[in-house]
Structure formats: C-alpha cells, structure tokens
C-alpha cells in the first residue's frame, strides 16, 4: 500500500501540548503560512496555539436568560470548521483497519458541506483522492472550498434536508470496487472524534469556567443539532462527568423529524437531514427541540453585519470589540444552536449556576452568499431591523417546540431508524436492535485508546 500520512491521535487532538513539541510548532506556524500542509492535521483541536480551549461565553444582553450559555467555536480548525475531525478520524480508522488503500482507492464523503469540505481538506493532506457528494442546493461557498482542496464534486438534487439522493448516489458509486465510501452518517469514527474530543473538552471547560465565577462546576446542558449527529455524541461523555446533565437535540421547524415525523426543506446548512443517523445515541437524549430557518438566519444577520453589530454595541450595551469578535465566529447552525440553547434555559428553567454548552460549528465564510440574499428578500439590517429580530428571536425565544425525552419517546426515536438503515442501507434488525443497549455504545468508546495505539504504531512504522 502506498504509504499515507497520519497525524494526531484522539488524545492529541484533546491535548495538543502531548504532541511533539517540534511537530507542534511546525503545525502551529503552517496553520497560516501554509494550510495545506499535511503537518496542519497535528491542528484539529479545540485549543489554539496556547492550548487553551477556544470558547466564548455569551453576553447576557444577546441572550437574555441568566443561565450562561456557552460555545466552542470551529472557526480556527485548519478548514474553518470542526468537522474536520470527523473526516480525519473516519479516514483514519479505516486506513487503520486496511480498508482503504490510497494507491488505488477513492474516497467518497457523502455530505451535506462541511464534512465534504473536511474530507477533501483531509483526504489531500493524507494523499486520498476524494469525492464529495452533496446537494446542488447547498452555498456556493461550500463548492468553491471543495473544489479548492482539490476534491472532485457530485451535485445531487435538493437542499440540505435531501440526504436519500446523497445514499442513492453513494450506492451507485459503490459499484466500482475502487471506491470506499465514507459515510458520516454511519461510520463511528464521526462518533469518537465527538465523544472524546469534543466531550471531553467541555468536561474540562467546567472547571475552567467555575475558576472564573462561571457556574457551578458542571455542565448543566449540552445543545447540539444533528446532521450526521456526530458533534450531539459529545453529550454522552459529557453525561458520564455529570449524572444530571440534560442533552437536547435541535432540528428546524420546517423539517421536524424526530419532534414528530416531520418532512420538508429548510436552509439551516448542516442539519436536519431528515432521517436518524446510525450513529445517533436517541436513547441517551433528554429533549428535542425544534427552531424556524429563517429566524436562524435573521439572527446571523444581527451578528455578522456592521449595522447589527452596532445595534448591539449602541442599543444593548455589549462592548465593541466582544461584538466584532462575536461576528467571527457564526454561522446559520451556530445561532440555531444558540437558540436552542435560549430555548433549553426557559425549558428547564435553568439560572445563573446553570452552564449551558453549545457549539458554533463553522463562520460566516461560508455564508456571504446567503446573507446578500437575506438581504434582498428580508431587507438588510438598520437599527430598527436589528434591535426588532434581537427582541424577538432572542430575548423573545419561546419555550415550545420542545418534547421531553420520554422512555416511549426515545423507543419511537430509536424505531426510525429501521426505515433508512435496515430497509434502504443493508442494516440488519439484530444490529438495529443491539444499540438499545447502553453497553453497545460504552464498547465503541472504550475503542479511543486502541485507536491511538494504532495511530501511533502506524507513524513509527510509516504508515
């Protein structure tokens, strides 16, 4: 086999300052003088360069509950976005498994955006061809990053919600036995990057925040929206550190599948894909909640522009440079996430101890398109426009649209997955019915510490 490169570990990527101090600093100076070097794998983390956790804790006037709502921002991971620890993962596992030969094997990542642009970020530092699948519906500015990395791209029809025709091409490409398919969906690499990398950074980020005066020393929640529900797997660590920890799933409200079977499009890019994903720990999920695409992008608008941040600086009272700073760091499904967030306070009625944990998954690089359209079919923001979508969307966030997780309501959850997995996807009902143990996901966690037995051995050896 030709050999690849192999970066981190899954401890690395927690821990960066456990890397070799030379490589470190290597992957640290590439990280802007020259991204596409294969030393910028050693630069997936949540940590920055002075291996502190890159987060943001939200201002209370943005917000408008007492609970701190907290996020982790992808913006500095070496594509700009976190999923690039899920490609590099996925790809890494199964490089390690012998699965994939990248002298005569092309990649495939089916996607919905950023795991394509991750995986074709990736496959070029580890020297895979790729292919990246996903809707024709999705930014331009995602295109335009693939295409960059040097992936090939197959457009399917429709937007983000259309992951059936992503399969149904993906089962067409499988044809051709030089083509291994790597589905984020599916494969639990995606999973592992979550659950110990992500999870455990907000696990530590508890104590960092109690030093500070924030909180209480624990997590109070978790939010996350699911597309492959790779980032939501970071609650089933964080529940572990802190028993009485909420997970709260997010979807839109214009396609509402696991709140109640729902069906349809919507434009919060890298999420609700109508089905539930293989990888998705339903029975480990407390709520679900559902929130409007367009608010989510209206709110972007606030964030993101000049005048909306201006409103926020001259009509709220938030410091210029945090509101500068703040526009940097979101994307459509990081206000989604935020808003769940606003949504999971009011629901639980959590106070001024109670942490809050989100993610802002990407940035508005990849959204300058949709923003000029906002603009045009919503009007751009003036100080009217901006202090009435702060007022409503969030301060005036609502508590509905949000269902308990039930024992009946987790089964019903868990149950929808026979329909993509064992009757279009080649599942078995046996494997289906495996997950209901809690053990079936504790044996896929405990496999972290092989992995990076085996990542390291394979860089001794030159893999």
């Not at 002075?50 to 709502?69: Q, R, S």
């Not at 942490?355 to 009007?379: F, K, L, N, P, Q």
Request: proline content about 4%; overall charge negative.
């Amino acid at each position: 086999m030709t050999k690849a490169h192999l970066g981190p570990t899954f401890e690395e990527m927690l821990h960066p300052d456990t890397i070799d101090p030379a490589t470190r600093r290597k992957a640290v100076k590439a990280l802007k003088e020259s991204p596409l070097d294969p030393v910028n794998l050693y630069n997936i983390t949540w940590r920055g360069a002075d291996n502190k956790i890159k987060y943001e804790v939200l201002p209370k006037e943005l917000t408008g509950v007492e609970a701190p709502i907290v996020v982790l921002y992808g913006r500095d991971f070496p594509t700009g976005a976190h999923k690039v620890g899920a490609a590099y993962s996925v790809l890494a596992e199964e490089l390690l498994f012998d699965r994939v030969d990248i002298e005569k094997h092309t990649v495939v990542w089916p996607s919905t955006g950023n795991y394509g642009i991750g995986g074709a970020w990736v496959g070029g530092r580890v020297g895979a061809k790729s292919i990246v699948v996903l809707p024709e519906g999705m930014s331009k500015e995602r295109f335009e990053k693939i295409e960059s990395y040097g992936a090939r791209v197959i457009k399917t029809v429709g937007v983000e919600s259309n992951v059936k025709e992503i399969y149904d091409k993906t089962w067409e490409l499988r044809r051709d036995p030089n083509v291994r398919i790597l589905n984020q969906f599916e494969v639990m690499g995606n999973y592992r990057f979550h659950y110990h990398v992500t999870g455990n950074t907000i696990v530590e980020l508890a104590a960092e925040l109690k030093a500070q005066g924030i909180g209480n020393g624990a997590i109070a929640a978790y939010c996350s929206a699911m597309g492959s529900a790779g980032t939501i797997a970071a609650g089933d660590r964080v529940k572990q550190a802190f028993p009485d920890h909420k997970i709260v799933g997010l979807e839109p409200t214009q396609c509402p599948t696991l709140y109640n079977n729902g069906y349809g499009g919507h434009d919060i890019q890298g999420i609700g894909d109508k089905h539930v994903t293989w990888i998705h720990n339903v029975l480990n999920m407390d709520a679900i909640a559902c929130l409007d695409d367009i608010e989510c992008k209206k709110g972007l608008q606030v964030l993101t522009s000049e005048a909306g941040q201006e409103v926020l600086v001259r009509r709220y009272g938030i410091p210029e440079a945090r509101a500068r700073a703040l526009g940097t760091i979101f994307g459509i499904s990081g206000v989604c996430n935020v808003l769940g967030a606003i949504k999971t306070a009011k629901h639980y009625q959590f106070g001024k101890g109670d942490v809050i944990v989100t993610i802002c998954t990407d940035a508005i690089d990849r959204y300058h398109s949709v923003m000029a359209d906002m603009a045009r079919d919503h009007g751009a923001i003036d100080d009217a426009r901006g202090m009435a979508y702060v007022e409503a969307i969030f301060h005036g966030a609502k508590a509905d649209w949000i269902k308990d997780g039930t024992p009946d309501m987790r089964r019903q959850w868990h149950n929808l997955k026979y329909y993509t997995w064992v009757e279009q996807q080649g599942k078995t009902v046996e494997e289906l019915d495996a997950q209901k143990d809690p053990e079936w996901w504790v044996e896929h966690q405990k496999l972290v510490p092989e992995m990076d037995a085996r990542i390291a051995q394979a860089r001794r050896s030159g893999l």
